[in-house]
């Protein structure tokens, strides 16, 4: 599974001030937590768990047109924009079919010229993200987006956050805000609101172009209002959803010298922490947050930050109180697939698809827990259902890591036209990135994971330099020592991958690379044990990387 960050959990927005410490950290925590109300998944897209962005040819976006008396020229330079697509297919067409549509034709252009290909893939990926969004009107159930009544209804200022956010209709909630902001060009912590609209448009729909418009409306709220905390910790967010780790770190720590009770400020300091690699830093945030702001966000944060640090025992007893307390859908969807994607990690891919069905109950199209679910299935034996899930995954989100594995499983299936088939996901991967860089992403990690596999080693290589240069977490760490490698630099690349896996965190594919990169500089006997370790942890981590790891081991026995 692609490396994890907690950029993806919900927040509860609510911001008022000191909540009862759970005490987590300490011997005598409670039960189960309650979950906060009102909760959103926020994730920006990847993160090291992946997880973006505006490119050429993106589909426009038209704005509305200032009304008479809307204030000054800036106000009117900074006007909320309304979303609105082109012309798309009428409402029978089928969203999924409008979608792979796009996605083959761009695969198609992208296969003939590798050359090329990345002249268009941002026009043609941007088509393939916008199509289903056409035809289903953004509404996460399939429903046309406003059908829900008074969903229209310009809201109070500010109010986006804890309601139409909050796993609503969230494009009829930006809708709603937009309309607002017309009639109130100076409510700043409105335009705090949509900002933090759009960094959610941006995860649910994979539209990256949502980024630059979540960046102007953060700054015109800071010019209404200057210093304000909510637009403060939107800002943090926006930059940890752009990989911009150290910028995430400085607008949580200015947000929180405001209010040292921002559940969004509180959770993005965290992540930020992690993905610079400082984790004995992240610890204390995480204690910190726990016992300020208690609730889901900082939860399944508190829980990663001690898996990392090789404590799985203690990060599945917290995720597991955080389900018993959790009763919105939305949390319940992610602390399942927390637990999910725990137990996943650790092999044990039964409890792992256990806890993807139940966040599927919660929320049927959290995809999250669909890509894990396909991943358990793959390394339960259940290749088929495997592909299917990612099939309908890399449809609604074409993002990189289940694109990724999508092509794996295609490779490793080996029939007719799967090898076409695979090479078709791994060019929409380029693609992404190059989407995600117009849409002021960082994309390296997910460049040197994918290209040092599937693409140019050294353009892996290039990618992992340069966001080892930005950050050195453990999947930084890893990402740079397998594209040393796979370029022909093992010697250089053992430092790397050994200190990938020194923090204790226990990662099937990270001992896996370790091994191999242990081979190539003669530590035969150190190779045995990191890829033995890797298969007895999850001997189904990838369907190359496992076969690989196989064959090598059985390579290193017949030369004992």
């Given at each position: ?545 496992a076969r690989e790891a196989r064959a090598a081991l059985d390579d290193l026995e017949a030369a004992r």
């Open positions: 599974m692609p490396p994890r960050t907690n950029d993806h959990a919900p927040e509860s927005g609510r911001d008022t001030g000191p909540a009862e410490p759970t005490g987590l950290s300490g011997p005598s925590a409670p039960a189960g937590p309650a979950a906060p109300p009102g909760t959103t998944d926020t994730r920006p897209g990847t993160g090291d768990r992946a997880d973006a962005r505006t490119g050429t040819g993106a589909a426009t976006r038209t704005e509305p047109e200032p009304g008479a008396g809307t204030g000054t020229r800036s106000e009117a330079a900074a006007r909320p924009e309304s979303g609105t697509e082109a012309a798309g297919p009428g409402p029978e067409a089928s969203p999924s079919g409008v979608r792979m549509a796009a996605l083959r034709r761009f695969s198609a252009a992208a296969c003939r010229s590798r050359g090329t290909h990345l002249t268009v893939c941002a026009a043609l990926l941007a088509v393939a993200m916008t199509a289903g969004a056409v035809a289903v009107g953004g509404g996460r159930d399939g429903t046309q987006a406003g059908a829900r009544t008074g969903a229209d209804a310009a809201p109070a200022a500010g109010a986006l956050a804890v309601g139409a956010l909050a796993g609503g209709d969230l494009d009829a909630g930006v809708r709603a805000l937009q309309s607002h902001l017309r009639s109130q060009p100076r409510d700043f912590g409105g335009w705090a609101s949509l900002g933090l609209a759009y960094v959610e448009q941006a995860r649910t729909n994979g539209d990256p172009s949502r980024y630059p418009q979540a960046e102007r409306a953060f700054d015109r709220s800071l010019a209404l209002g200057s210093g304000n905390e909510q637009a403060l910790a939107g800002r943090a967010a926006l930059a940890a959803a752009r990989h911009d780790f150290s910028g995430a770190l400085k607008y949580a720590d200015r947000a929180l010298r405001q209010n040292p009770y921002s559940e969004r400020a509180l959770s993005s300091r965290i992540d930020a922490l992690v993905e610079l690699g400082r984790y004995d830093e992240a610890v204390e945030a995480a204690d910190t947050a726990d016992s300020r702001r208690p609730g889901v966000p900082v939860f399944t944060r508190y829980a990663y930050v001690r898996e990392l640090r090789g404590d799985v025992r203690t990060a599945r007893e917290v995720l597991e109180r955080a389900l018993d307390g959790a009763s919105a859908p939305a949390d319940v969807a992610y602390v399942a697939t927390a637990l999910g994607q725990l137990a996943w990690n650790q092999g044990d891919h039964e409890t792992a698809l256990t806890h993807f069905a139940r966040a599927l109950a919660a929320d049927e199209d959290h995809l999250p827990a669909l890509e894990g679910r396909a991943r358990a299935q793959a390394a339960s034996g259940d290749r088929a259902g495997a592909i299917r899930t990612l099939e309908q995954v890399v449809v609604r989100s074409p993002l990189p890591g289940p694109l990724v594995a999508l092509g794996e499983l295609y490779e490793a299936r080996g029939a007719d036209g799967d090898r076409t088939k695979a090479a078709e996901q791994y060019a929409l991967v380029d693609a992404h990135a190059a989407l995600a860089r117009a849409g002021g992403v960082n994309s390296d990690l997910d460049t040197a994971l994918a290209a040092a596999d599937h693409g140019d080693p050294e353009a892996a290589l290039r990618a992992a330099r340069a966001e080892w240069d930005r950050r050195h977490s453990v999947h930084t760490a890893d990402a740079l020592a397998w594209a040393l490698h796979r370029s022909g630099r093992s010697e250089e690349a053992l430092p790397h991958a050994r200190r990938a896996t020194a923090t204790g965190y226990r990662n099937a594919a990270f001992l896996h690379h370790r091994g191999m990169i242990e081979r190539a500089t003669g530590h035969d006997g150190d190779a045995r044990r990191s890829l033995t370790a890797a298969l007895e942890l999850n001997p189904g981590f990838s369907p190359l990387g």
